[in-house]
């Protein structure tokens, strides 16, 4: 049973801040979405949270409000939360209020990786987005800061909610099943903002190398990005692909 309270959600906000790197990586992925950042549209990434979250941020703002969902996949998705935890959705990246976006808008596209030994040992991606998702394509990127400052929040959350742990357990062992089939190592971002790369077959980790940070879908070159938005009728940045 959850023991987490809307003054929990309020301290961990407090704590957790840091960008996930020093750039806007939304410019990168909104050319390709319909305008829109990928974590912040319900057609790719839906927020789930703790009841007690929304509660805290009910009573902060009225930017969210619960999902509904529009199709069988997302009716699966509200189908399979957990008993603490909802489904829901804001008004929009246009009306973005960064100090009461959920621990889900935050941490995005990175979740605690947990290893066979139920120990966690960074940060991972949920791999779904990699076709969509330009930081996922640039993990060399990211800060430092945001890594301590999100496991530190998962730490939190975890300590009073077992079944949010288990949840992540759980996920963990899928991403090893599915990258075993990938025949791919797992990417994980330790606390020192070093990459390692997981044997998914054996559990293994090892540190990986510079040119072992992976690289996805239209994010692989600049000719593969120009061609992605040209299909999809967007524009490309005036830096194209790389970083502003």
């Not at 829901?88 to 209020?97: H, L, M, R, T, V």
Request: net charge positive; with cysteine.
């Amino acid at each position: 049973m959850s023991r987490l309270t809307p003054d929990d959600f309020d301290r961990l906000y407090a704590r957790f801040n840091a960008s996930v790197c020093q750039y806007d990586c939304g410019k990168k992925c909104a050319p390709l979405n319909n305008g829109s950042p990928v974590c912040c549209s319900t057609q790719d990434a839906v927020p789930v949270v703790h009841k007690a979250e929304f509660k805290l941020l009910r009573g902060r703002t009225d930017l969210w409000r619960r999902f509904k969902p529009y199709d069988a996949a997302t009716r699966k998705i509200v189908d399979e939360l957990t008993t603490s935890s909802c489904a829901i959705e804001c008004k929009g990246a246009a009306f973005c209020e960064r100090h009461n976006r959920t621990i889900a808008c935050r941490a995005f596209p990175f979740f605690p990786y947990v290893t066979r030994q139920r120990e966690i040992i960074g940060l991972s991606v949920y791999w779904i987005f990699e076709d969509r998702c330009w930081m996922m394509s640039n993990m060399r990127l990211v800060e430092r800061a945001f890594i301590n400052e999100c496991l530190d929040t998962w730490d939190g959350i975890f300590a009073k909610d077992r079944e949010e742990w288990e949840t992540y357990v759980d996920y963990s062992a899928t991403m090893r099943r599915v990258f075993s089939r990938f025949g791919r190592k797992i990417p994980v971002l330790d606390r020192d903002a070093r990459l390692l790369m997981v044997d998914p077959s054996t559990g293994a980790a090892r540190p990986g190398r510079d040119n072992a940070y992976p690289k996805y879908g239209p994010f692989k070159s600049e000719a593969a990005y120009r061609k992605a938005i040209k299909e999809a009728g967007g524009t490309v940045p005036a830096e194209g692909l790389a970083p502003v």
